[in-house]
């Protein structure tokens, strides 16, 4: 269809309505919105959320300012949950940070992402590897039925700084046993095949030490009584920061593990913690 008329271009944002919000620590918070009833994703996917950003000096107009955010829930949530770094000076988490029931945030329900099932190939164990933030793919990926429906065990490791950031992770897992839908679709005591491996790097907690050295010096699966990983029954996700997520890389693919792809599903897939 052509028309001469000028039709008004402005996008009218996504918006949605905030429904809880929870404070960890002084760096970390989650919180959950109403979903669109059209957003379809599958666990582990990520979503561009925002808000309005301040006036231009220049322009007087305002822009959205947008990140990218694993989703934290699972795909069959009513709502969506958020797990979010709080940055002091990051242009949009200092405002996000404050965000209170009934306010609007920006979602763009176009979700993607490649720590998905679809992008593995069968297997026996499936780990998870996350630092700080990195956690909410897995906060999804646990809450869905597939990820016991295709594995016999789930190995979820987290490395923060300090033990206190631990605890979305700790209370989810532990949320997990009266689960439901999970409960009811996997059968009780599936969450006796879930084994979680917390450590901390700058402040004691049950166990200190980066993941990464952890395995090279094998005290992980000491720690699991589990053997090390190998290609033919092992798949993984990792989700951190940078750093850790290529050197995590470099020891998976020493273990002789192949990244994979939604194209190309292989032995393990990776992606990072978005962070202002
Ligand atoms: P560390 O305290 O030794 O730097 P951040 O908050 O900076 O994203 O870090 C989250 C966690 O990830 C911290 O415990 C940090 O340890 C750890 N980490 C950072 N880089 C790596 C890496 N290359 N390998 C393993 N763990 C890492």
């Keep these: 269809m052509t028309s001469n008329t000028s039709l008004p271009l402005k996008k009218i944002p996504d918006t949605q309505t905030v429904t809880a919000v929870t404070h960890y620590t002084d760096r970390l918070f989650s919180f959950r919105v109403t979903r669109p009833a059209s957003l379809r994703f599958r666990s582990g996917e990520f979503v561009m959320i925002g808000l309005m950003g301040d006036e231009s000096h220049e322009t007087g107009k305002q822009k959205p300012l947008l990140r990218a955010y694993s989703i934290a829930s699972p795909s069959w949530d009513e709502e969506l949950e958020f797990y979010s770094i709080k940055v002091p000076d990051g242009p949009l988490t200092s405002k996000l940070q404050h965000i209170k029931i009934g306010d609007e945030i920006i979602l763009r329900p176009k979700p993607v992402g490649t720590l998905v099932h679809d992008a593995l190939i069968p297997g026996k164990r499936l780990w998870f590897f996350a630092t700080g933030t990195g956690f909410a793919p897995f906060a999804s990926l646990l809450r869905e039925p597939q990820t016991y429906e295709d594995y016999d065990e789930i190995i979820i490791t987290h ?68 053997i090390p990983l190998n290609r033919d029954t092992d798949r993984a996700m990792i989700c951190g920061n940078l750093a850790f997520n290529l050197e995590l890389k470099a020891m998976l693919e020493e273990y002789g593990l192949v990244e994979g792809a939604n194209s190309k599903p292989a032995h393990y897939v990776v992606e990072k913690a978005f962070l202002d």
């Excluded at 084994?195 to 049950?206: A, E, F, G, I, L």
């Design 159 to 226: 490395t923060c700084r300090e033990a206190n950031e631990l605890k979305y992770g700790a209370e989810l897992i532990d949320d997990l046993k009266s689960n439901e839908l999970l409960n009811a679709v996997i059968g009780k005591n599936f969450w006796q095949r879930i084994k979680y491996y917390p450590t901390t790097t700058r402040n004691q907690s049950q166990k200190v030490g980066r993941i990464t050295d952890l395995m090279h010096s094998g005290v992980v699966f000491t720690d699991l009584n589990v």
